[in-house]
């Protein structure tokens, strides 16, 4: 079974700017996160989706980032305006049903410069 | 509330000789604790996870961890390193069936030849 694809890998911007990510889940996980992952951490949860839903979005700082999940498939994050302190990648989890494991994409790197 | 202290941000082993990755959690639920590994450049994959069943846990490429409730610690184990488990390494926590995981800031295991 193919993996939880995410795109772009790297991506550098200026502060100000805005960026996107995308996220295609495993076939069938229902449950979506979101991870923030600041170099020298271990990831934090921004955002959480039950199929097109939101479930926990209490870690997300709502005046510059935003998620969706249109369809309960792929899933989009965006930070506008970015600031240096975003620098970090961007991880992306999907969970199937009642299981407990999370299946991670291989992340979106992003330097804000 | 949960929280996951790693103890040991660098730990360094010969090949051949014991890891030891120390991880301790609070939770005010009985908690699931997962391990996670992340190479370089790469997602986090699933080592082994405890969900109140068997305190002693196995995984995947001869790491294994016990649960001690008394001591409030979920300790990563492999008897012999090889070169290839040179990463970083996650502890994670959640509360019981809500699957919401906090990580741990991460331990990075070098490998000496």
């Not at chain 1, 076939?27 to 923030?36: D, I, K, P, V």
């Not at chain 1, 271990?42 to 999940?69: C, H, M, T, W, Y």
Request: hydrophobic fraction near 35%.
């Amino acid at each position: 079974e193919a993996g939880v694809a995410q795109s772009p890998r790297y991506k550098i911007i200026e502060k100000r700017q805005s960026v996107a990510f995308w996220c295609n889940p495993i076939s069938g996980h229902a449950t979506l996160y979101w991870y923030q992952q600041i170099l020298g951490q271990g990831p934090k949860l921004l955002i959480q989706f039950q199929n097109n839903g939101v479930v926990d979005d209490s870690q997300l700082p709502k005046d510059r980032f935003s998620a969706e999940r249109l369809k309960g498939v792929d899933s989009t994050l965006k930070i506008q305006p970015a600031k240096l302190e975003d620098s970090a990648v961007y991880l992306c989890a999907t969970r199937r049903g009642m299981q407990e494991t999370q299946y991670f994409g291989p992340g979106t790197r992003l330097l804000v410069l | 509330a949960q929280s996951v202290t790693q103890l040991g941000s660098h730990v360094s082993v010969s090949e051949g000789a014991l890891v030891l990755l120390r991880c301790n959690y609070s939770s005010s639920v009985p908690p699931y604790l997962f391990w996670y590994v992340q190479y370089p450049n790469q997602g986090l994959q699933l080592l082994l996870k405890y969900t109140s069943a068997a305190t002693l846990v196995k995984g995947i490429n001869g790491f294994e961890a016990e649960f001690k409730k008394s001591e409030t610690s979920f300790h990563l184990t492999k008897p012999s390193a090889h070169m290839s488990d040179a990463a970083e390494y996650f502890c994670a926590v959640s509360p019981g069936s809500n699957y919401k995981l906090t990580f741990g800031k991460g331990t990075l295991l070098t490998v000496n030849p």
